[in-house]
C-alpha cells in the first residue's frame, strides 16, 4: 500500500514545476502568490538586472494613474483589462469603483493561477460589476464576444493591455492584435499600453528567462511600443517611461538642510494612454 500524499494542484492545470511569467512577476512585486520555481527564476533575474523590481512597482504606479485618469477625468465606466495577472493591491476594479461605483470591470488572462484566484478579482462595489475571464489575447473573437456579456461596445471602453504584448514575440501580430481589439470598441473608448523597452539590463534578463521554460518575455524599441498607438490621440504627457506619465508626487529627499521632492526617475518600461477618435 502506498502512502502518496495529494497533489493540491490536480487537475487545476497549475504546473509548479516550470516559472510562470505572471507569478515571477506577483514575486517582484512583493505578493504570496507564486512558488519556488517563480522566486528561482525572479532571483535570477534580479542577479543580472536587479532594476527589475523597480519597475514592476512603476508599472502598478501607471496603472493605478491610467486608470484614476479614465474613470476620473474622462468619465469612463468600462474596462477591459487583458493580461491582468495575479490579483494584488489597487487592482482596477478597486482603482476604478472608488472613483465610480457603477463602473463595470471585465478582466482577462489565461493563466489558470489566475483563474484559481477569480474570486478576491470579483469583490466589486455593489452599484458596478466585475468579472473574469479565462481569454487569450489572441483570441480577440472570442474574448471580446465574452466581454460583451459585461460591456456595452456601443458606449465608450477603457482598454488596458499592460505588459501583456511583450508576449507576443512577432511585432507585426501585436500590433495586428491591438488593432483588432479596437476596431471593437467605438469611438471615444481609451487604450493604455505599457511594455518593456530594450536595455542592456534588459537583454541579460531576456537571456536568463531564454534559460528558463515557462517565460518567455519579448522586449521592444521603444518606437515599435509606440506604433501600438497608430492612429489614436495621445493623452499628456504622451509617450514616456511609465513612471514618468503623470506621476505622484515623487518622494522627498533633505537636500542642504531643506526638505526637496524627488522627482522620480525613467525606467525601461514604456507606453501611455490615448483615444480612438
Known sequence: MTDATPNPHANTGIDVTVPHSARVWNYWLGGKDNYAVDRETGDAVIAVYPQIKVNARESRGFLKRAVRFMAG?????????????????????????????????????????????????LVGTPEGETKYLHADIRDVAGLMRSAEEILDFTKPVAVLMLGVLGHIHDIDEARSLVAQILARVPSGSYVAISDATLSEGRRKAEQTYADTDGVHYHAREQAEVASFFDGLEWVEPGFSSVSLWRPDLGSVDVVDGVPTVVPPSPVDQYGGVAQKP
Open 73 to 121: 477625468e474622462a468619465g469612463i465606466r468600462q474596462f477591459l483589462d487583458i493580461g491582468t495577472g495575479l490579483p494584488t493591491a489597487d487592482n482596477t476594479h478597486e482603482v476604478a469603483q472608488r472613483i465610480a461605483p457603477d463602473a463595470r470591470v471585465v478582466y482577462a488572462d489565461n493563466d489558470p493561477l489566475v483563474l484559481a484566484h477569480a474570486r478576491a478579482l
